[in-house]
């Protein structure tokens, strides 16, 4: 993958986080904008870090897809649960569950999405 394609595939993936995360976060009842700017914040701290490591294990080792991504989401998901956990206002879910939905959510649709997305870019 070349670095502009990686550049694309960053952008795409942390667009699709955000928009996913937000709006179902809004549908399971956080209301408050200091919430879900920690939301907001929480992924533009992980999103990057485990698509941009997901990119580099796929190109520089033989270790299997689904061993590294469940590694990387379970890193995600703790990392956000921690950080909900500590800040934010928002106790029903509780963080870890609003880690879980949230994480799924944006894992399932955004895998979907984003590779239609960039197949049709590259």
């Known amino acids: ?59 520089f080792t033989k270790i299997p897809r689904p061993v590294y991504v469940i590694v990387l989401e379970l890193a995600a998901f703790i990392t956000e649960a921690l950080i909900y956990r500590k800040l934010l206002f928002t106790k029903k879910p509780s963080p870890f569950l609003l880690s879980l939905i949230l994480n799924s959510v944006s894992f399932f649709a955004g895998t979907t999405l984003s590779s239609l997305i960039l197949g049709l870019l590259f």
Do not use: Y
């Open 1 to 59: 993958m070349v670095v502009k394609q990686i550049i694309i595939t960053l952008i795409v993936c942390l667009i699709l986080t955000l928009v996913l995360e937000e709006v179902t976060a809004l549908i399971v009842g956080v209301r408050k904008g200091f919430d879900l700017t920690v939301i907001l914040f929480s992924n533009l701290l992980t999103n990057p870090v485990v698509v941009f490591s997901g990119i580099l294990l796929a190109s």
